[in-house]
């Protein structure tokens, strides 16, 4: 079994985005992965999943030390992520044949796959990755330039692991209410204070948020700092880890309570511009968490496939029952789309980090408006999926029940769901996003020439119109008004966003490899999620092994089956 193989999405999405030396290089890994993933990471990850790490907070001898011991099926995933595939240092330096950096959706597809196989420790690879990024971006110095090459380094001996902590007892969204305190030693800082939810809490490099004196009562008051395990001395930190958490899911993965006691920090960037530049850490990682909800949807979605085809009820085959056809359409579907917008906001992070302005203001809104829809919809895909293997899917000892638990993070960590929508409304204040966002998907509408996909492309130009003068009403009305708002039109936004690339990478695929599949697959979702009618879905199904398998769909095909509207 190889997950590549099993996702008809990820290949013609791979020749759309990545020029062709890229996707050589990428084949070789990529496949590699896809079978490694199924048949080794998968099952660590169940063990990993059932016995999950622990903290020795004192030696023998009642010295502090603060030791978390890994189940050994978790620190082989820790290998595979950190080393063998690099998924940490994809996006700073040169690996799997790139004598450069890869683009960065090289990650995001490699990561992609292996989350497939384990979420967890998706998170601690994830800040790694962030964290390396802010510091180059911000940080100076010989201390910070160390750091940032351990933590792109796959090297066992070198290798460096990085968090963020910012959550406090009063948890993480008014940062302006951080407590941590920094107070100036030397050349350096020394942080007292509590984090109260810490993931990766033995990270090796910490970026954390204190009030710096003199700092205001703001977020301009709160500065970045770098918090190493270890003093350049090699003596351990000035922080303690107070006891690890009892989490609903990412179990394998520790997350804990820390109280600094005048640990040593180096100051990253301008002091008050802290919380900006946490952003950028922040946004990464909410980026990752949409990849992430987007694996959760596949494996599960290939979970109910495989019980579908072998479960026998009343004499056939699950899978042949229309109504369970119509309740998989829509999922595969939504996993497809899910997995288009990752594709899309990964390339403009790209182009954004190229200079291009466009770019940039677009992956500003895409951020916040991937990680509001798809990691809200991973929870339902995972629970209908779940629901196809029955009472089967509801025991642990079948993955289901552990994408369903993973499938809650995404919707919370980084900015639960409202604090996401209303980041999605300062986008739109402050460079009216969702005009841009609109001129440049109308615009990939209009160029598209694909007759087949008439209906659908009209259906979303008008849809696109008033979705912007719904946005305008928005942005002129009383603010609670807006704010109370904002959630249902973001998801509407996304909804639209991912409908217009469904079928612009429909007409690529159609032009280019003469299929009409992905037609099929930008129909169903259309249907299903943007006009809700469920009638044009069923008239979809006698294509439904064609579309979840990727078999190649001809025009005649389409044709043939072309749903008529219905009053």
Request: proline letters at 4%; glycine letters at 6%.
């Amino acid at each position: 079994m190889n997950y590549v193989d099993l996702d008809p999405a990820l290949n013609p999405l791979i020749k759309s985005y990545l020029e062709p030396a890229d996707r050589k290089r990428l084949a070789p890994v990529l496949t590699v992965l896809g079978a490694d993933a199924a048949q080794r990471l998968a099952p660590l990850a169940d063990v990993a999943d059932k016995n999950p790490p622990t903290l020795a907070q004192f030696d023998r001898e009642g010295d502090r030390v603060d030791e978390i011991d890994y189940h050994a099926s978790y620190q082989e995933l820790q290998r595979a992520a950190y080393e063998e595939y690099g998924l940490s240092a994809l996006s700073h330096r040169g690996m799997h044949g790139w004598d450069d950096v890869p683009p960065h959706l090289v990650k995001y597809i490699l990561s992609y796959v292996f989350v497939q196989a384990e979420f967890g420790l998706a998170c601690p690879v994830s800040m790694t990755d962030a964290a390396a990024r802010t510091l180059r971006k911000f940080g100076e110095g010989e201390e910070i330039a160390e750091a940032i090459d351990r933590l792109i380094s796959a090297d066992p001996d070198q290798r460096f692991t990085g968090a963020m902590f910012m959550t406090e007892i009063h948890a993480g969204t008014d940062i302006a209410q951080t407590s941590t305190v920094a107070e100036r030693d030397g050349e350096n800082w020394a942080l007292s204070g509590r984090k109260w939810f810490a993931s990766n809490p033995d990270a090796d490099i910490i970026l954390t948020l204190a009030r710096f004196p003199g700092g205001d009562d703001t977020t301009r008051g709160v500065g970045l700092f770098m918090l190493p395990k270890h003093r350049p001395d090699g003596t351990k930190n000035s922080y303690v880890i107070d006891r690890l958490k009892d989490k609903l899911g990412t179990r394998s993965m520790p997350s804990g309570e820390v109280t600094l006691n005048g640990a040593y920090a180096v100051q990253v960037g301008a002091l008050e511009r802290g919380f900006l530049q946490m952003a950028e850490m922040v946004n990464t990682s909410r980026l990752s968490n949409a990849m992430r909800a987007t694996a959760l949807m596949r494996r599960s979605i290939n979970e109910a496939l495989a019980h579908a085809r072998q479960r026998v009820v009343f004499g056939k085959a699950l899978i042949e029952a229309p109504l369970m056809r119509m309740t998989l359409l829509p999922l595969q579907a939504e996993a497809e789309a899910a997995l288009g917008l990752v594709f899309y906001a990964g390339d403009m992070l790209q182009k954004a980090d190229a200079g291009d302005a466009s770019a940039a203001a677009q992956i500003r809104v895409l951020t916040p408006l991937a990680k509001h829809y798809i990691c809200k919809r991973a929870r339902f895909v995972t629970g209908e999926a779940m629901e196809v293997r029955g009472g089967r899917g509801y025991i642990e000892e079948f993955p289901d029940a552990r994408l369903v638990r993973d499938s809650h993070l995404g919707s919370i960590w980084e900015g639960s769901s409202n604090v996401i929508a209303l980041d999605v409304l300062r986008c739109m204040r402050k460079q009216d996003t969702h005009r841009l966002l609109a001129q440049t998907m109308s615009g990939k509408l209009d160029s598209l020439t694909l007759a087949e996909a008439g209906p659908e492309v009209r259906e979303l130009l008008d849809r696109w119109s008033a979705i912007v003068a719904r946005g305008d009403g928005l942005l002129s009305a009383e603010k609670p008004v807006a704010e109370a708002l904002i959630g249902n039109y973001a998801d509407e936004l996304a909804q639209l966003i991912m409908g217009t690339l469904l079928l612009e990478q429909a007409e690529a695929e159609a032009t280019r490899d003469e299929d009409y599949r992905k037609l099929l697959a930008a129909k169903a979702f259309i249907a299903a999620n943007i006009v809700r009618d469920d009638t044009t879905v069923a008239r979809l199904l006698p294509h439904f092994e064609d579309i979840v398998d990727g078999t190649r769909v001809s025009r005649d095909s389409v044709a043939a089956s072309t749903p008529t509207p219905v009053a």
